[in-house]
């Protein structure tokens, strides 16, 4: 579980860094009116919470009481630089956390705010934040840029060419090496645990 965990989380802390690589200084810090966020202050609340929630998370409530949650969304970051810093490291403390998950922990209890959840729970719960600030951290990027904007995903009227490659490239993967009876009735080779 902690190895789907970590990969899913991988991918889209790869969004992000991908993001940021085609930002100059100034888009970075740049928002659309005064109640909206600049990535800076994304990148800033997101560092605070992994922070926050992921220091001996298995000890302490995830609410730190060294968090001050308002001042993540006031900018305080002069350059790039400090804002990538601080992604990496609450993507750090984040996976080191991850990496401490085992079969004996993931269904212990953990506190947030004194409200208890079980830690796959906890898991679960910033599978659902931290996409979703990463989609405006992408979100804001693709608006910056338009014509400009490299594509993270499928690009525009290319969905039919990337089926055809995902599914050539699956066509190419010798199924038969771990065959079952169940999924490959035909196949000549078969576990030795199917054999009878």
């Known amino acids: 579980m ?14 992000g860094d991908k993001t940021f690589e085609q930002l100059s200084e100034e888009q970075i810090f740049w928002q659309f009116n ?6 800076a202050v994304i990148v ?6 992994m ?3 992921w220091t001996n998370f298995l ?3 995830g609410e730190k009481s060294w968090r001050n949650r308002d001042e993540e969304f006031v900018n305080n970051f002069k ?8 992604w990496e490291k609450g993507w750090k403390c984040f996976f080191d956390a991850l990496n401490q998950i085992n079969d004996e922990n993931l269904y212990a209890t ?18 659902a934040h931290y996409p979703y600030h990463i989609g405006q951290i992408v979100y804001i990027a693709k608006m910056m840029k338009n014509d400009d904007w490299k594509t993270l995903s499928i690009a525009r009227n290319k969905s039919h060419e990337f089926n055809s490659e995902m599914k050539n490239k699956f066509i190419e993967t010798d199924f038969n090496s771990n065959s079952s009876p169940v999924c490959f009735q035909n196949s000549t ?3 030795d645990e199917y054999k009878q």
Not at 2 to 15: A, H, T, V, W
Not at 34 to 39: A, L, Q
């Open 51 to 53: 922070l926050s929630r």
């Open 110 to 127: 953990l506190y947030i705010r004194g409200e208890p959840q079980l830690v796959v729970d906890a898991v679960f719960r910033q599978m």
């Open 44 to 49: 800033k609340h997101l560092g605070g919470n």
């Open 189 to 191: 080779e078969v576990r």
């Open 59 to 61: 000890t302490e409530d």
């Open 2 to 15: 902690k190895e789907l965990f970590i990969k899913r989380f991988e991918y889209y802390k790869s969004l």
């Open 79 to 86: 350059t790039k630089t400090e804002i990538l810093d601080f």
């Open 34 to 39: 005064e109640e909206s966020n600049s990535i």
